[in-house]
């Protein structure tokens, strides 16, 4: 989620900037995270404890590399649905002087909402928004949580608290477009309509006029697989196919940090044909879908000299895929192969009158 990016980011900056001041050779850093991140990927939980509980035993080693391997360790934990064993990494990370932001309980409060231990998660996130009742970035990983929990009166209401700091300060973070599409997905599950909120962002946004940045949301939403407000113009469909996808999750790790698509291939391909299929009845103009070709996004990645895993890369590359014309108009013939990637064709696949929205069975 986009919390994950932000926090990555943030210690990755950290990182750097002590990594010239300590002992420690860039080159052993390096060393050391890329052998961390493969006890993470083979799930070693053990040994990743121990070589964190040894650097940590070693006055040398810089403090943010460890934290940021806590981080890293709690992430993957909570992934797991082990949340108990996560919330003790960022427990841990924080007495080790975790410099984050927001703060690094934030994490722990995510988890514990993904737990389903709500009251404790209710009581720190409230402690952690009187604390900072301003601190938009805490404010948007409040209502990211919430959501992510399907607690949508709460997402909503975090959200809404976020937007009015971004509206009041130009958006200076950025997390307008973001926080929005999370608080409409909300809306959306609630079977709401939007409040006078939103039109007050949808003004905001056209009165800014970057076009660029509408782009960028439309693709946001396509890629989360949620709905967004369509302008009548079209709207491009950002998708891979199952084992593309997997490729790339194995490929590049962090490729899938800042998505929802945690869920099923299937599930995702059913949910992102409602949504376009909401889209087109509500005549939001017409849709394409722009499917990644990991050859060809790789290669051009190599050329623009841009990280492969990173979503914004993602993004640039479909923009200009679709500028050469690479989108296939939405919905393909009865009789075509289907638009998801499924060697089938469209009418028995996604097309078929059965399928249905997998979120709208969701509690
Ligand atoms: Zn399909």
């Known amino acids: 989620m986009n919390l994950q990016n932000h926090l990555i980011g943030a210690l990755r900056g950290a990182w750097y900037r002590a990594g010239a001041v300590i002992a420690y050779e860039p080159e052993d850093e390096e060393a050391l995270e890329r052998e961390f991140a493969e006890m993470l990927q083979a799930s070693r939980f053990d040994d990743a404890r121990e070589q964190v509980e040894r650097l940590a ?136 309509e939007h409040d006078e909120l939103e039109r007050e962002v949808n003004v905001f946004r056209a009165r800014r006029g970057d076009r660029r940045d509408e782009q960028t949301a439309e693709l946001d939403r396509s890629e989360r697989g949620s709905a967004g407000p369509g302008g009548g113009s079209t709207a491009t469909v950002v998708w891979l196919s199952e084992a593309a996808e997997h490729l790339a999750r194995e490929r590049w790790p962090g490729w899938a940090d800042g998505l929802v698509i945690d869920e099923p291939f299937d599930d995702r391909a059913a949910r992102m044909e409602m949504t376009m299929r909401r889209r087109r009845a509500d005549g939001d103009g017409s849709l394409e879908v722009v499917t990644i070709d990991l050859e060809r996004y790789a290669a051009w990645c190599e050329e623009q000299e841009c990280d492969p895993a990173h979503r914004s890369s993602r993004g640039t590359f479909v923009t200009v895929e679709r500028d050469a014309g690479a989108g296939r108009p939405w919905p393909p013939n009865r009789n075509e192969p289907c638009w998801c990637g499924k060697d089938r064709k469209y009418k028995r696949c996604c097309g078929s009158p059965t399928t249905r929205d997998p979120g709208a069975s969701q509690p």
């Open 57 to 192: 035993a070693d006055p040398a080693a810089p403090r943010c590399l460890i934290t940021s391997m806590l981080a890293d360790l709690g992430s993957e934990l909570a992934r797991q649905g082990r949340h108990d064993e996560s919330i003790a990494a960022f427990e841990r990370a924080i007495e080790l002087g975790w410099e984050v932001e927001p703060d690094g309980r934030c994490e722990i409060a995510r988890v514990l909402l993904l737990a389903g231990r709500h009251a404790e998660a209710d009581a720190l996130w409230a402690q952690l928004r009187a604390a900072s009742p301003a601190d938009i970035w805490m404010l948007n990983a409040g209502g990211i949580s919430y959501s992510e929990a399907r607690r949508d009166e709460e997402a909503v209401e975090w959200l809404a608290d976020g937007l009015r700091v971004a509206l009041s300060d130009a958006d200076s973070e950025q997390l307008l477009n973001q926080m929005s599409d999370e608080r409409r997905a909300a809306f959306g599950r609630l079977g709401r």
